[in-house]
Structure formats: C-alpha cells, structure tokens
C-alpha cells in the first residue's frame, strides 16, 4: 500500500526536467555506487562468453549508430588501433582488443565493453595534442576489461534484472560509458598509465589528459548563449555526468604524480598526436562556419603545419583568407588544392580564377593561364569560361562573345551554370546588360538554381529593373549560405529605389556580418553600385543609431 501509494503521489507532483545527455550518466552513476554495496555474488564468466557478449553488444551499438565512412575515420580508427595494440601488449589477460572511434564531436569520453572493445569518441580526442595522452585513455580503458569491471557489470545487471546471458546484447551502450566505483577508476588510472608507461609513452601524459579536463569543466560550467554554442550545451551535459560518475580531476592527477615518483619514471618528451591535423581542420571548418574568420585561418594553418597537403584544410583557409579580402593568400590555396589532386574540381577552379581577379586584373590572366597550361589533355569547360572571364577583365570580349554563342547550343546538363558563370564575369567586368540576357536564358533553362537567381537579381539592379529584382527576391527560395547576400541585394534595391526606410530595415538584418562590413571585399566582388549603395547605407545606419542612443538617454 505504501508503495502504491508513493507512485500516485509522484504521479500527481511530477517536476519538468530539462531532457539531456547527462541524466542516464547520472542514474548509472548512482545504481553503480548501491550496485557496489550489495551482495550480489555469482560465478566470473569464460573469457569466451565474455568476448561473445563484448561482440554482441559491439555489433548492437554498431546497427544502431548511424554513421558516415569517411576516409578520416578511417585513418583515426587505425592509428587508435596502432596505439591500443601498442598499450595492450602488456595487459595481463590476452584478449582481442579492438578500438573504434565515434565521431559524435559532443563525445567526451571513452568506454570499453567486455571482451577487449574499446571505444573513443571524437570530443575526447580532440581534446588531446600528444601520442602519450591518448595511450594513457586507451590504458584506462583497456584495464576496465583486464580487471573485469566490465564483465562484472554485466554480470550484476543479469542478476539484477533476471535477464538470461542471450539477451545482454539489448542493454544500452550508456551502461558500460558511465563510470565505475571510486576505486575501480583509480585503479584503472594506475594500471593504465603503468600499461601507456611500459609501451614507451610518457606518464605525464595521464596527468596532463586529468588537467584538460579540470579546465575543461570550469570552462563549461557557464551556459551557452548563442546557437552556434548548441553543441557546446551537449557537451557541457555530457561532462557533467561524466565528472558525477568519474572521480575529481586533481584526485586523479594526484594519483599519478604519486605514482611516477614511487616508480622513479624519468621524464620522456611527449609525441605529438599524429591525428591532430584531422581535428585542426574540423574545429576550422567550424570556426568558418560560425564567420569567425581571423580564427579559422589561423586553425587551418595550424592544421596545415601538421599535414601540408590537405584539401580541407586548404579549402577552409582559402575561403577564410577570401572572406577577409586576403585574395592573394586565397588564390595561393585554391592553386595548391588543384596541384595536390589533377582531378577537375569547377567550383575550384572558378574561385581561384574569382580570387586572382579580385587580387590584382592585371596579372590574374596570366598567372591562371600559367596554371592551365600544366595540364594535361584538353582544358575542361570550366577551364575555358574562366579564362574568357579572365581576359573579359582585361577589355579582350572576343573569346567570351564566342564561348557564348557556343554554349547557347550546347546541351550538356552543366551548360545553363557555364552560361550563368560567364555572365558574372560580364556582371565583374561591367557589361550588365549582357549579364542579365545569359542569366535569364541560364535561368530558363534552370528556374529552380538559386546562384543563377541571385546572379540575375544583382544584374538586374544595374539595369534599373528593381521591381522585377524585388519579384524575383520574394518569389525565390534561397539556401541558407545565400541569405545575407539576399539580404543586402534587397536592401540595395530599395536603397536606389529611393525607399530608404525599407532599405534600412533590411540592411539592419545583416550590417554586423563580417564581409559586408568590409569594404574591400565588397569592391572586388560587387559593382561600384553596389558597394556606394552599402556604404550609405552603413552611414545611415551609424546616424540612427547614434538618434537613438540619444533619444533614450
């Protein structure tokens, strides 16, 4: 009667919990403290049955984590192979170990299953800059298995919930990521280090994992304020159930600074991660994303440092350099992605010709041509209208008349994007009129390209039309990377429309992003229109502002 008298009342007094990674953590975390004060006893199971239940739970998790194969999990699930054959050798009991990487960027954390599989994910590793780090991890992990902590906990579960062996295989992988007891993880971390140790790597590269760690968690102690900090909110969650089930970092690094002087290890130089590069170039590619440019410029060059021939890391430094009018330094990117792979790469080819352009027009015909005229076979077509595009700039239409003419009867799928590319060669090179023509018989072709549609709506401001620019801007639908540039093309329209106050309501939607604020990058990429017609506008903006400011004092 009291108990069901407990559940009646809980129903009717339920409280909102906020949904979060942490809660399973939590709730294991605490099952596992109670779990290590009954008297659960049972016979230790087979090394055999261990490695088949290790294996069933291992292919399990596999089915249900959807994943995509790219080549840099690849590379990152050998190397942790290379570096867990290397700390295992010395584990006392002879298991098949097997490492696996989860690429989830929240995932800060490891965790082992019974029978040798040890699992790591991606924001754990991307926490780490040296080989010794990641072994001492992988040496905590791997004597989780070598002590039978996880075979045990799938032992007292069984026990626990009357489940037959067959069955174990359905139990949530968050069993075996939430911690063990105190003394279980302080053991691990001893026995581990001993395992990195004893495989050449040095012990301070426990202690400095245990201090990226203590930092790590004041640094997430603080809530995310911003969307782009929603991976963040995920992550400090996930570290907060981590850190309830895991003992305190500076207990940890006590530990381990004990141990080093009671074994009198010297001190070794720690190696530097050698998949580091990989993370550099994510946390790059982020950094872009989120428009911080200066930030992702210098990750990739940081990235680059590592492992000079990335074309990730190129095309995120490229792009960073482009976007804060560095187009030199952009062009030298994009030539250095086309001469590590010969493969046609159009929308790499278009942008080094756009940034040597905006570079310096007097050399940039050249300095493209001296890059074509090392390939091999005949130039693609993507080759050729950026050459046209090129020598257009430099007051020589003949070859862009031409190209016209002949893609107006080429049937080939991409023709309508070479005629739109051409045309805002012509839209660079101020012959508007004769953009907004092959951009509307591009767009005929294609209705539904939303570059050609933006294309056509600048060439149409030139050329006066700012009702059909305005039709064609609230008729469209438009990817997310092009809105600001919708944005600012409406404002612009308005602006020489003479409906300044429309104008300015739409320009304020975007006056803080970073490129528009530039007025370098504006003059190499838009027309002197376009660039007086901001430059107003941002004069405008900065007076009403200031009214405003001094109406509310």
């Excluded at 072994?135 to 579960?157: K, M, N, P, T, W």
């Excluded at 603080?222 to 207990?251: C, D, I, M, N, W």
């Excluded at 006066?464 to 469209?476: F, H």
């Excluded at 809105?483 to 602006?495: F, G, L």
């Amino acid at each position: 009667m009291l108990a069901v008298g407990s559940v009646v009342m809980s129903e009717r007094r339920k409280v909102d919990v906020p949904v979060s990674p942490a809660a399973f953590l939590y709730l294991v975390a605490d099952t596992e403290q109670e779990l290590t004060r009954m008297p659960v006893t049972f016979t230790r199971m087979s090394d055999e049955e261990e490695i088949r239940i290790g294996n069933e739970l291992a292919r399990a998790y596999a089915r249900n984590e959807e994943r995509e194969n790219t080549p840099e999990i690849g590379i990152i699930e050998r190397h942790l192979t290379k570096i867990g054959e290397q700390v295992a050798a010395n584990a006392h009991r002879r298991l098949p170990y097997k490492f696996h990487y989860l690429p989830e960027p929240y995932l800060v954390n490891a965790f082992a299953l019974p029978g040798g599989h040890v699992f790591v994910g991606g924001g754990l590793l991307a926490l780490m800059d040296s080989e010794d780090e990641l072994a001492a991890v992988l040496g905590h992990e791997i004597e989780h298995i070598d002590h039978y902590d996880c075979s045990e906990r799938v032992q007292r579960e069984q026990a626990l919930r009357k489940i037959p062996l067959g069955g174990l295989f359905e139990f949530p992988i968050e069993l075996f990521e939430a911690g063990y007891s105190k003394d279980q993880e302080l053991q691990a971390d001893r026995d581990g280090t001993k395992l990195a140790v004893e495989a050449g790597y040095a012990a301070n590269g426990a202690v400095r994992m245990f201090e990226t760690f203590a930092r790590l968690y004041e640094e997430y102690e603080r809530r995310a304020k911003t969307p782009q900090e929603e991976l963040s909110r995920v992550a400090q969650q996930t570290l907060e159930g981590y850190f309830r089930s895991h003992p305190l970092p500076s207990e940890r690094i006590a530990q381990i600074q004990k141990l080093i002087a009671s074994e009198g290890w010297t001190a070794r130089p720690e190696r530097d991660l050698a998949i580091a590069y990989i993370f550099w170039t994510e946390k790059a590619e982020n950094a872009l994303t989120a428009k911080k440019y200066a930030q992702a410029e210098q990750l990739a060059t940081q990235s680059l440092k590592l492992r000079p021939d990335q074309p990730k890391a190129l095309l995120t430094l490229a792009r960073a350099r482009f976007s804060q009018a560095n187009f030199t330094g952009a062009a030298e990117a994009y030539r250095k992605i086309l001469e590590i792979d010969k493969t046609s790469h159009p929308e790499i080819i278009r942008a080094y010709a756009e940034a040597l352009a905006a570079s310096d027009r007097t050399t940039a015909l050249r300095v493209f041509q001296d890059w074509a005229r090392n390939l091999e076979g005949e130039p693609s077509r993507e080759v050729t209208v950026s050459e046209a595009g090129l020598e257009l700039m430099e007051g020589a239409p003949q070859s862009s008349r031409r190209l016209a003419a002949e893609l107006s009867h080429d049937d080939h799928a991409s023709a309508p994007l070479w005629t739109g590319e051409l045309a805002w060669w012509y839209y660079l090179a101020g012959d508007y009129a004769e953009a907004v023509e092959l951009l509307m018989r591009a767009q005929q072709l294609r209705p539904g390209d939303r570059w050609l549609t933006q294309a056509l709506v600048w060439s149409l401001i030139e050329v006066r039309r700012y009702a059909d620019a305005l039709q064609i801007l609230e008729n469209s639908s438009y990817d997310p990377s092009l809105q600001s540039d919708k944005e600012i093309a409406r404002a612009v329209t308005h602006w020489q429309a003479q409906q300044r106050d429309q104008a300015m309501i739409d320009f304020s939607a975007v006056a803080a992003q970073p490129e528009w604020e530039n007025a370098n990058w504006v003059k190499a990429l838009y027309s002197p229109l376009v660039a007086q017609s901001i430059q107003e506008m941002q004069a405008e903006h900065e007076r009403r502002e200031k009214e405003s400011h001094a109406r509310r004092q």
